[in-house]
C-alpha cells in the first residue's frame, strides 16, 4: 500500500496546495467541499453525500451491507495571517489552514483514490464498507454551540458505522512518524469566566472598601495550586488562565476584575473534579468580602482511543511506515472534536509527524508541514480500511 499511496503522493500535495491556498473557516468550507465533492467524483464510484452537518461531504463505497468503517479528515481553516512565504500561501486575507486540516483533507482524498482503486481489484473479496466523513469546523462552535463532528452526527453521518479512525498531523514530531496511544490521548478543553466584585475606590485608602485586585492574587495562587495541592499529580491536569482585564487608573481601586481560562483533563471524573475546584478558588473572594459569577463553557471530551482499533492502525503503520518511525506517546493536553464521533463508534485518531526545519507550531502564522509524510498518512489509513472491509481484523 506504500508504494501505492507513494504513487499518488503528487497528487495529494496539489490538492492540500489547492486547499492551503484557499482556507476557509468554520462552517464556511463552501469551496473546500466543493473541490471534495468533485475530486471524489473523478475518483469515480463512490456515493457522493454534501451539505452534511452544514458544510460537510460524505463519500460511500462498498457492498452496501456488511461492517462500515469510517474515517475523518476536517477542512476547516483558522482566523491567522499567514507569515510561511510559499508560492500556494493563502489567498484569504487573515484566514489560514495553521492546523493541518488541509493536509487531513487531501490525505483523505488520497485514501479515497487508493480504496476506489482497492474496490476495482479486489472488490470480490470485499465484506464491508468504507464511509469518508469529511466534517466542517473543528476548531470553532457554530452559534447554536455545536462543533463540526456534533453536526455530522445530527445528520446521520455516522449511522450504522462501526469503527472510526483518523489522524492528526504534528509539526514538532519528526517527519513520517506515527505515534500511537491507547485510551485518553487528548483532553477535555473546557473554558471558564469568571468574575470578582468588590467595592472600588480610591487608591489611597484600600481599606473603606473590598478591592477585588487584592482578592484575585489569592484566587490566582489557589488557581495555580489546584494540579497538585487538590488534585493528584499523578492525574493529567491543566489550570491556565488566558485573560484578566480590571481597571484603568494608577490611583483607583476598581469594581470587578474579568477572568478566562482552561481546564484540561483526560478523564471524566477529573474534569468534573477541576470544574468544581476552580469554581472553589473563585469563591474564596466571598470570604475575603467580596463577591464572584463563575460560568463553566464545557469543551469538547477527552478524545480516548479504542485499543482495539488503535491496534489495527498500529500494526499496519509498523508494515507500511517501518518499525523505527511508529512509536507509543499521547498527542497531548489539546482539545480534538473526533472525541465526540469516538463516543458514537470505537475510535482511534493516530498523530503523523510532519516537522520541516523553520515551521512552527500549531496556531501559530509561521505553522508549516512537511509534504513528504503526507502519503505515509493515506497508506496507514487506507491499509487499515481495506483490511477492515476484508474482514481481516480481529
Ligand atoms: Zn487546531
Ligand atoms: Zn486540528
Avoid at 14 to 23: A, G, S, V, W
Avoid at 82 to 90: T, Y
Avoid at 334 to 347: L, N, T, Y
Wanted: with cysteine.
Amino acid at each position: 500500500m506504500i508504494n501505492k499511496a507513494k504513487a499518488i503522493e503528487e497528487e495529494i500535495i496539489r490538492l492540500r496546495r489547492e486547499i492551503h491556498q484557499h482556507p476557509e473557516l468554520g462552517f464556511q468550507e463552501f469551496r473546500t467541499a466543493q473541490l471534495v465533492a468533485d475530486t471524489l467524483q473523478e475518483i469515480g464510484g463512490i456515493d457522493i453525500q454534501t451539505e452534511v452537518g452544514r458544510t460537510g461531504v460524505v463519500g460511500r463505497i462498498g457492498t452496501g451491507d456488511g461492517p462500515t468503517i469510517g474515517i475523518r479528515a476536517d477542512m476547516d481553516a483558522l482566523p491567522i495571517h499567514e507569515q510561511v512565504d510559499v508560492p500556494f500561501k493563502s489567498q484569504n486575507d487573515g484566514v489560514m489552514h495553521a492546523c493541518g486540516h488541509d493536509a487531513h483533507t487531501a490525505i483523505l482524498l488520497g485514501v479515497a483514490h487508493l480504496l476506489r482503486q482497492s474496490f476495482a481489484d479486489e472488490g470480490e473479496k470485499w465484506r464491508g464498507n468504507v464511509r469518508f466523513l469529511f466534517q466542517p469546523s473543528e476548531e470553532q462552535w457554530g452559534e447554536d454551540g455545536i462543533s463540526g463532528a456534533t453536526a455530522m452526527i445530527q445528520d446521520n453521518a455516522l449511522e450504522n458505522v462501526d469503527a472510526v479512525i483518523a489522524l492528526h498531523t504534528s509539526s514538532l514530531s519528526p517527519s513520517g512518524q506515527c505515534s500511537f496511544w491507547d485510551g485518553p490521548t487528548l483532553a477535555a478543553a473546557d473554558m471558564f469566566d469568571a468574575w470578582i466584585r468588590g467595592d472600588g475606590g480610591h487608591g489611597a485608602y484600600p481599606h473603606q472598601g473590598i478591592d477585588p485586585n487584592f482578592i484575585l492574587s489569592t484566587v490566582l495562587s489557589n488557581l495555580y495550586a489546584i494540579p497538585s495541592r487538590y488534585i493528584s499529580p499523578l492525574e493529567t491536569n491543566v489550570v491556565s488562565v488566558g485573560a484578566i482585564h480590571a481597571g484603568q487608573a494608577p490611583n483607583v481601586i476598581p469594581k470587578e476584575v474579568y477572568v478566562n481560562g482552561t481546564i484540561r483533563s483526560m478523564d471524566q471524573s477529573i474534569r468534573k473534579k477541576l470544574w468544581a475546584e476552580v469554581e472553589r478558588a473563585f469563591s474564596l473572594a466571598e470570604s475575603l468580602g467580596g463577591s464572584y459569577e463563575f460560568k463553566l463553557r464545557k469543551g469538547y471530551p477527552p478524545t480516548i482511543n479504542d485499543a482495539r482499533v488503535n491496534g489495527w492502525m498500529r500494526q499496519v503503520a509498523r508494515e507500511v511506515a517501518g518499525e523505527g518511525q511508529v512509536i507509543d506517546a499521547p498527542m497531548g493536553m489539546a482539545g480534538e472534536d473526533f472525541s465526540i464521533m469516538s463516543q458514537k463508534a470505537p475510535g482511534a485518531m493516530f498523530s503523523l509527524g510532519c516537522y520541516t526545519p523553520g515551521g512552527g507550531g500549531h496556531h501559530t502564522p509561521l505553522f508549516d508541514i512537511d509534504e513528504k509524510a503526507l502519503h505515509v498518512g493515506a497508506a496507514v489509513l487506507a491499509e487499515t480500511a481495506r483490511r477492515f472491509v476484508k474482514g481481516e481484523l480481529g
